[in-house]
């Protein structure tokens, strides 16, 4: 049979019968002389043939297939061929995959070759079509599949049909498509094992790391916005028995395991709340610079953070989505941890730290701008001047 090599492995057709006297040598280099070599073998390597016995099923002794020699080999089902030198290599293959096709029934796998392959392929077909035969696919020495021509092949478009399941069809799709791509592997990879001790070691680091970046962030907001650093802390923290509860839940009703890179998932949805809390203040900020009083200040802010606040949370929870879509493993963890705590912030935002910062707004010490409030004047940037009604800004003349 005349051969086609997918690295690491062949296609081409099955020995025939000779029905002249054999030629000797191997066949050249030419289509029509491959394929006449194929139809009518020398005798030496007829008795090659005949002398060849087929490993036994499930052996691993390698087979030399050099696409630049004939070769004798077998398929899994124990019949032998004596394939021709190869005419087509497998990195001429541009794509495989497998399906029904239109106005068919049963399961196909198409082939699709490169431009520099499509006249040597069509040539093959064209000379297979007219003498009726037929050509095999080999991969690591071994035939796995062979089948005929139906009918000249000219645009490099290939359809192998026949009684194919399902798994047959996807087998060999991925034999083809997989086998033909030049992969290496490093000798000197190295491979770490993760015994359950050191996993569950790391985890709780990871956790660790998490209470600890908690904590800073609301030691910093205390020590910055002093009485409004209470609401950070009181956000956080009902932030975070949501987010135990929506994990609790969802480990009874899915199967959902909490790993590290869910828990940095989380660890960052810990800064995109912070950022919701620092927007909301410093728009409150601005509007008491401009002379409002804490319960305007507090709903004219809302109106201009919110927008932004939405924004931000809306892009974080598209990254998320795109993550756990595109990514695979541990990171569709991460970015499914991303997007339920980017969920919580928003629900957490608008339904308790708003109302909360509302119902201080109501309280003296902070509408009157008391001293650890937060919004006292020293901390605003302004003096008040009691001749006035309204605070007015440090160094404005009087």
């Known amino acids: 049979m005349p051969r086609m090599d997918f690295a690491p492995g062949s296609i081409l057709p099955p020995a025939a019968t000779p029905t002249a006297t054999p030629s000797s040598g191997d066949g050249g280099n030419t289509v029509d002389s491959l394929i006449a070599w194929s139809q009518n073998p020398p005798a030496d390597w ?5 002398a060849y016995t087929c490993p036994a099923k499930g052996s691993t002794a390698p087979i030399v297939d050099d696409p630049k020699k004939p070769l004798i080999t077998c398929n899994g089902d124990g019949a032998k061929f004596l394939l021709s030198k190869s005419l087509i290599e497998g990195t001429q293959l541009s794509s495989a995959s497998y399906g029904i096709p239109q106005n068919g029934a049963s399961w196909a796998v198409q082939l699709k070759f490169k431009s520099s392959a499509r006249k040597t392929f069509a040539d093959t077909t064209r000379a297979l079509y007219s003498n009726g035969g037929q050509f095999a696919i080999v991969l690591d020495g071994d035939v796995i599949s062979y089948a005929g021509v139906n009918s000249p092949i000219l645009d490099g ?6 009684s194919f399941s399902e798994a047959e069809a996807r087998s060999l799709a ?16 190295v491979v770490e094992i993760v015994g359950p001790s050191l996993a569950g070691n790391q985890l709780s680091a990871g956790i660790f790391a998490g209470i600890i970046g908690l904590a800073i962030v609301m030691i910093y907001c205390l020590l910055y916005y002093r009485g409004l650093g209470l609401v950070v802390i009181a956000s956080l923290l009902i932030a975070g028995v949501i987010t135990y509860a929506v994990v609790l839940v969802l480990a009874k009703a899915a199967g959902f395991t909490l790993t590290l890179p869910g828990i940095a998932g989380l660890i960052v949805a810990v800064g995109i709340t912070a950022d919701s809390f620092i927007v909301y203040f410093e728009r409150i900020r601005d ?6 009083s804490m319960r305007v200040a507090v709903e004219a802010g809302w109106i201009r953070a919110r927008n932004t606040c939405l924004a931000a949370d809306a892009v974080s929870f598209l ?3 795109v993550l756990y879509i595109f990514a695979i493993g541990v990171v569709r963890g991460f970015a499914f941890a991303l997007g339920i705590s980017t969920l919580i912030d928003v629900a957490v935002f608008f339904w308790f730290t708003k109302p909360m910062v509302t119902q201080l707004a109501r309280r003296p010490f902070f509408n009157s701008g008391g001293r650890y409030s937060g919004l006292s004047p020293e901390t605003l940037g302004i003096d008040a001047d009691p001749r006035r009604t309204q605070p007015r800004l440090a160094g404005e003349a009087l």
Do not use: V
């Not at 007829?46 to 005949?50: C, H």
């Not at 991925?174 to 990879?189: E, Q, T, V």
């Open 46 to 50: 007829q008795a090659k043939l005949a």
């Open 157 to 162: 478009n290939a359809e192998i049909t026949g």
């Open 319 to 321: 990254a998320a989505i």
């Open 174 to 189: 991925n034999s083809l498509k997989y086998g033909a791509l030049p992969i290496r592997f490093s000798p000197d990879a």
């Open 287 to 292: 509007e008491m610079r401009a002379g409002k």
